[in-house]
């Protein structure tokens, strides 16, 4: 939320509907009429629906090394922007309520979703998440020394020394003195050593992993291990991130200062910055995710007679699916046919295309559009979802949550094929991100509700996409994890059972 504590007023309209933080409240009902429109600041909403232009806080408090604080402005220059403050809210809300208020779905998403999960972000940013610093320091020099090594390895397979971090060099080793294969070029017509461009020439060739080894773990150390004890509170111990509602716009929250979202969990060097996110003495971490959640609303959403029988048995739903794409007996399905699978699972809701898969296993594009039709040939209740929301948003102009949340799609219709195409698999992708992005505010909601009733010692601290991290009492962990789970698979009703998993360790690795 960051800026948007700074209101904290309750405000009677004459419309009769009561509203706390109205400004905020503001910048919501505009996120829930169209998540991309616009931005959703006040500026911005006052320019595009008043045609008024405001005074900045720039404007006011000066800019860069010279910008003071607030408080130090004089009443003269602030009051104006804080009157501007207020008139510009109101004459907002008296815009945008009208528009909310005729879409009774969109409605019931502001009033039941948006608005009471404030409170939930609010406590969450105030309490933090330990942090032990010195273990981030030890991670840190590891990670330079690691670093340091893949350079000498880098220099020994080029033949010479050479900036791993700059692209320009990086073209010069890998195409003029290596003549590696060019596989795409920049807008300039330089040849491109952007991640995917590197990752496939990795598979033939030892130096373009290495420079992606370097550039994972550059990036682990200046985001996370040097940059996250600068961000612990010396009074709490504590690393306080600002949560953001109206910034993404499949309805996901996101985080800043520090942005806690994208730690990465695929490599053993990322995890390892989990185990930074401790416990306090005697408590412990609980950590509790929803399985499988987008392929569940999948599942949901196109109705399809297989994927619900998976769910509803509680099958294993990638060996499940490997089993019908490859024609074997359940037991039979290989780890490699699983793995397919997964990568099918997966790679269709993110409208990944028979190209695309064939590239992630390794395999001729004829065999993975052989898995591709197989597949829908299996499933056909996913085909005819798919073809119905492609045709659904292309004649509303927006695709929908279960929830009712709008992603709308301005190039859908759009003459160039790429960003047609493009729109197109966002339109596949939306309504399942979306719809879970939908479900965890919802359990962070009723968490939240249950925690302010119950007298075990536990509170929620974070949340990570699917994913929800509490603080619990080590007494009381099972009572605890036992409601927790209770309420998360409670909060929505779809054709397959909502599955929870959780785990508890000291740090946020372990309970992960």
């Not at 496939?200 to 550039?215: N, S, T, V």
């Not at 994208?262 to 989990?274: K, Q, Y």
């Amino acid at each position: 939320m960051g800026q948007n504590l700074k209101y904290d007023r309750n405000v009677l309209l004459n419309d009769g509907i009561t509203l706390r933080g109205m400004a905020f409240d503001t910048m919501l009902e505009s996120y829930v009429l169209d998540s991309t429109a616009s931005r959703h600041d006040m500026d911005s909403l006052a320019l595009k629906y008043l045609n008024r232009k405001t005074i900045s806080y720039e404007d006011v408090a000066g800019k860069g090394a010279k910008q003071v604080s607030f408080d130090q402005v004089s009443i003269a220059t602030a009051g104006p922007y804080a009157a501007e403050d207020a008139d510009i809210t109101l004459r907002l809300h008296h815009v945008l309520w009208p528009k909310l208020s005729a879409e009774p779905k969109l409605a019931a998403l502001f009033r039941d979703i948006e608005m009471p999960l404030i409170p939930v972000l609010s406590d969450m940013e105030r309490t933090g998440v330990l942090v032990d610093a010195g273990m981030l320091a030890r991670q840190s020099g590891e990670l330079a020394a690691r670093i340091q090594e893949i350079e000498q390895e880098a220099y020994a397979v080029a033949g010479e020394a050479f900036n791993l971090g700059s692209p320009k060099q990086i073209q010069a080793i890998l195409f003029d003195k290596l003549g590696l294969p060019v596989l795409k070029k920049t807008p300039k017509g330089a040849p491109s050593t952007a991640e995917e461009v590197l990752a496939e020439l990795a598979l033939d060739y030892p130096l373009p992993r290495l420079i992606i080894d370097y550039r994972s773990l550059s990036k682990l150390k200046s985001t996370y291990t040097d940059k996250l004890p600068k961000r612990i509170d010396p009074d709490s111990g504590r690393v306080h991130t600002s949560y953001h509602q109206a910034v993404a716009s499949t309805g996901r929250l996101s985080s800043s200062d520090p942005n806690l979202q994208n730690i990465p969990v695929r490599t053993a060097e990322g995890r390892r910055i989990r185990q930074a996110f401790i416990a306090p003495p005697g408590y412990k971490i609980l950590a509790a995710d929803y399985s499988q959640i987008e392929l569940r609303i999948m599942a949901h959403l196109s109705g399809d007679e297989g994927l619900l029988h998976a769910f509803a048995q509680g099958e294993d739903i990638h060996r499940a699916t490997a089993a019908e794409v490859f024609g074997v007996p359940l037991e039979e399905v290989s780890g490699e046919q699983r793995r397919s699978a997964k990568a099918i699972n997966f790679g269709l809701i993110y409208g990944m295309s028979a190209f695309g898969l064939a590239r992630q296993l390794g395999i001729p594009r004829n065999a993975a559009q052989e898995y591709v039709d197989l597949y829908f040939e299996r499933y056909p209740g996913v085909k005819a979802f798919m073809d119905r929301t492609r045709e659904s948003a292309r004649e509303q102009g927006y695709v929908e949550t279960v929830f009712g949340r709008r992603l709308y799609l301005p190039e859908i219709n759009h003459r160039n094929g790429q960003r047609r195409q493009y729109a197109e698999r966002t339109a596949i992708n939306a309504p399942m991100q979306g719809t879970a992005a939908d479900i965890i505010k919802l359990a962070m909601i009723e968490t939240h509700r249950w925690i302010g009733e119950t007298e075990l010692d536990v509170t929620l601290i974070m949340q990570v996409h699917d994913e929800l991290v509490f603080e619990v009492h080590e007494d009381r962990v099972a009572e605890v994890q036992a409601e927790i789970e209770r309420c998360m698979t409670g909060v929505a009703e779809l054709r397959v059972p909502l599955v929870v998993e959780s785990g508890v360790g000291i740090n946020w690795d372990e309970a992960h």
